[in-house]
């Protein structure tokens, strides 16, 4: 009787489909065009840029969208969480300037300042209306002495007041992201998307 043959063990199976993927035409002329580019680093480096600027104006716009949408919600009903998901949305929108400061110079330099000042203003809220809830926690949870109590409602007092200044705050913070500091980023941008796609 014949010995019946064993299967591929996994690794060969593997290689073989590899070797297969690696001399496939969608491959090899991927290979040819990226071997002509680096015969030709001016057209790659053109290419590269123009993709690159295309891209960070679409993701910037599509991130400022998403900012105002919730900015402009904002209203003297709106919850702290309301304020917290702007100060989100303006983080990331700041990353993602930062990511592309260097195609855009100084009008994304100007504008990540301003995002940065609108996510201090907005942190600051933040943080006085956490310390405000739980002072006010903690008055009402424990039995304590009228010298401590007394110097909690204070604290409690101190943080209400801070959080109106950051509510005043924030819309001053909010123009500076808003008007004039993007009008400079967008001219920017579309500068650098037409000089892209003129190349």
Same mark, same amino acid.
């Given at each position: 009787?014949l010995a ?10 593997? !290689?073989?489909?590899? #070797? ?37 104006? @679409? ?6 969208? !998403?900012?105002?949408?919730?900015? @402009?919600?904002? @209203? ?16 990331k929108l /700041? ?7 260097? #195609?855009? *110079? ?18 600051a809220y933040?943080?006085?209306?956490? /310390? ?31 959080? *109106? !200044?950051?509510? *005043? ?13 993007? /009008? ?5 941008? /579309?500068?650098?998307?037409?000089? *892209?796609?003129? !190349?």
């Open positions: 009787m019946r043959s064993s299967p591929k063990p996994l690794y060969r199976q593997l !290689k073989d489909r590899l #070797l297969r993927e690696l001399d496939s035409p969608p491959l090899r002329a991927w290979q040819e065009s990226w071997l002509a580019n680096l015969r030709d680093p001016d057209a790659a480096t053109v290419r590269d840029a123009r993709l690159t600027g295309e891209a960070a104006y @679409d993701a910037i716009r599509k991130q400022a969208r !998403k900012l105002r949408k919730r900015a @402009d919600a904002l @209203d003297e009903e709106s919850s702290a969480d309301d304020f917290h998901h702007v100060r989100a949305r303006a983080k /700041r990353y993602l300037v930062d990511a592309f400061e260097g #195609l855009y *110079g100084p009008a994304a330099q100007e504008f990540h300042k301003a995002l940065s000042k609108l996510q201090d203003v907005l942190g933040h943080d006085a209306v956490v /310390r405000e809830q739980r002072f006010t926690e903690l008055v009402a949870s424990a039995a304590l002495p009228a010298a401590t109590s007394f110097a909690v409602g204070r604290l409690v007092e101190r943080d209400s007041g801070a959080i *109106g !200044k950051c509510r *005043g705050k924030f819309a001053k913070a909010y123009k500076r992201v808003r008007k004039r500091r993007w /009008r400079e980023l967008s001219r920017a941008m /579309r500068r650098q998307a037409r000089a *892209g796609a003129a !190349k």
